[in-house]
């Protein structure tokens, strides 16, 4: 497990690199109006791909321990196109798609849900391997073609970025999909008194839970994008997203480790395992986070204004560092989430999530007006924070753990460091 997590943690980087070099180049190339629009497409079929998780996301992986692959790979795939159209036709009725974009979010949101699908049932298959190299293609191929785009196509503009997104999610479409096909062609035992229907029922019961709380999530951390929208439009949302996007970079460690945790937890039911292995990952990855996190914190704003982005980008280290102590408690929720939905306590992460979507909007009705950009990152910073005191309240209630066990203790990294040195001695 522990070599899943650091190769999957190192895959993660790598293209977080990319992600971040192409932050600069967008913030060139595209300036705080087209980054606020492109960060609202985005944002947008981000949205719509977090409501398909009701059968794209861990649902996948949670019934292919239980089912025959192709019960879960035909729903993933249909529910990528109904869910799109039904998410999407929801923020058109709402008013919150970008002016001319709606056919734009609709093909991403498909497109990447495809992937996301693709991926977790990759995953499922304890393809640890092929699960990072189709992240790595999309970095990739995402870097490469915008490179090509901006520079040699001299395409510099929302449209041109658009391409570059659709492209690099096809290659990854395309190459997480050839490595599931010799699964697909297997002849899988069908588990006796199962059927297609009996199936897609139970993903539906879990998958409602699990995307309620991806929904309520994915709320509360891209709701601030449209409420900055509408107070300060398209630069103002530029100027946010830059700041969020380098922030929740160091995201990378806490999703890494839970994607391989969830894997663990939900494949025993040994409430100990669950519990041990829960404390040790959230422990370390906290104190992970917090160190990236002080790193980010400390690069001086003339560096950003002067040398990786523009002057018009001004303000950008108020942002990261009104985000700081939020992005923490949010990487550290996630591995506390990932233990109640591998566990089947999937109700306690919809709650975390739909009392964190409450608390922003409240937060946000008040800061927004009053502090604008600012007040939007100190908002996300406070919805996170709530969230990870409601997660450790039921997790320290439900599992009998003592406020002494959550300090990082020298047996932690005793522990660490003697995989790290088993790991390098293989």
Aim: glycine letters at 10%; aromatic letters at 14%.
């Amino acid at each position: 497990m522990f070599k899943d997590i650091i190769n999957t943690i190192g895959a993660r980087y790598f293209v977080a690199f990319l992600n971040l070099l192409l932050i600069f180049i967008n913030g060139k190339v595209l300036g705080r109006e087209g980054m606020g629009m492109v960060g609202l497409i985005y944002a947008s079929a981000n949205l719509a791909v977090i409501f398909n998780s009701v059968l794209c996301g861990n649902t996948i992986i949670y019934f292919m321990n239980r089912y025959n692959l192709r019960y879960v790979f035909y729903p993933a795939y249909g529910w990528a196109f109904a869910g799109s159209a039904v998410s999407c036709g929801t923020m058109f009725f709402f008013n919150m798609l970008p002016a001319g974009y709606a056919m734009v979010v609709f093909a991403l949101a498909v497109l990447i849900s495809l992937v996301t699908a693709n991926s977790q049932m990759v995953l499922g298959k304890d393809n640890v391997k092929g699960f990072n190299m189709a992240y790595i293609l999309q970095g990739i191929l995402m870097f490469l073609v915008l490179l090509y785009i901006y520079y040699i196509a001299e395409c510099k503009s929302v449209e041109g970025y658009l391409a570059g997104l659709f492209l690099a999610n096809l290659g990854a479409y395309v190459y997480s999909l050839i490595l599931l096909i010799p699964h697909l062609r297997k002849r899988e035992k069908v588990v006796a008194g199962t059927s297609f229907f009996k199936a897609l029922k139970e993903m539906f019961v879990y998958g409602i839970w699990s995307g309620a709380d991806n929904l309520a999530e994915g709320l509360a951390t891209r709701l601030n994008y449209f409420l900055v929208k509408s107070a300060g439009g398209y630069g103002s949302v530029g100027l946010l997203d830059s700041g969020t996007k380098m922030s929740e970079s160091v995201w990378h460690i806490s999703n890494s480790v839970s994607y391989i945790e969830y894997n663990s937890v939900s494949k025993t039911t040994d409430r100990k395992e669950q519990k041990r292995v829960t404390l040790q990952l959230f422990k370390l990855t906290c104190c992970a986070l917090t160190a990236v996190m002080a790193v980010i914190a400390c690069i001086p704003e003339w560096i950003f204004t002067g040398y990786l982005l523009t002057p018009e980008f001004a303000g950008i280290r108020k942002v990261i560092l009104a985000l700081s102590f939020g992005i923490v408690a949010m990487g550290g929720n996630r591995i506390l989430s990932h233990y109640f939905i591998g566990s089947g306590n999937i109700r306690y992460s919809t709650f975390c999530s739909l009392f964190g979507l409450v608390v922003l909007l409240i937060a946000g009705f008040v800061l927004i007006p009053v502090s604008g950009v600012f007040g939007a990152a100190l908002t996300s910073s406070i919805a996170y924070t709530s969230m990870l005191i409601f997660s450790l309240v039921v997790f320290m209630k439900k599992t009998g753990t003592s406020p002494y066990e959550l300090i990082p203790l020298k047996e932690d990294w005793m522990t660490l460091r003697g995989k790290l040195r088993h790991r390098k001695n293989k």
